[in-house]
């Protein structure tokens, strides 16, 4: 059974950090790319971040040099480290792994920036 679990969430100041984690199981995980989303209240979901199987990294201009994606293939985990965070990043934030033949997603963790 294919499981994408994150982590990591929670409630942060306007200008502070936090560090995304997904963790995933029953999949070759080296072999997919990785990418993050997210969702806020009342709106679609937008891309934010992918890691390709390859090394290939590409982001979302509204996080661009704020946001980094990186990835731990002997762990099977992802990562999404955010920093100086501002309300307009309020939202779940959505882990996907996926290849040429599937796609999956975690759960999401809430990610809340306020003061």
């Known amino acids: 059974q294919v499981q994408l679990v994150e982590s990591g969430g929670g409630l942060v100041q306007p200008g502070g950090s936090l560090r995304l984690s997904c963790a995933a199981s029953?999949?070759?995980?080296?072999?997919?790319?990785v990418s993050w989303y997210r969702q806020a209240p009342g709106k679609q979901r937008e891309f934010v971040a992918r890691?390709?199987?390859?090394?290939?990294?590409n982001l979302a201009d509204s996080v661009k040099g704020r946001f980094t994606i990186s990835r731990d293939n002997p762990k099977k985990t992802a990562f999404l480290q955010m920093n100086n965070l501002n309300a307009e990043d309020t939202a779940v934030y959505y882990c996907?792994?996926?290849?040429?033949?599937?796609?999956?997603w975690g759960q999401g963790t809430q990610v809340t920036v306020s003061a």
């Open positions: 996907n792994a996926n290849n040429e033949n599937r796609n999956y």
């Open positions: 029953g999949i070759a995980f080296s072999l997919y790319g």
């Open positions: 890691l390709s199987s390859g090394g290939s990294t």
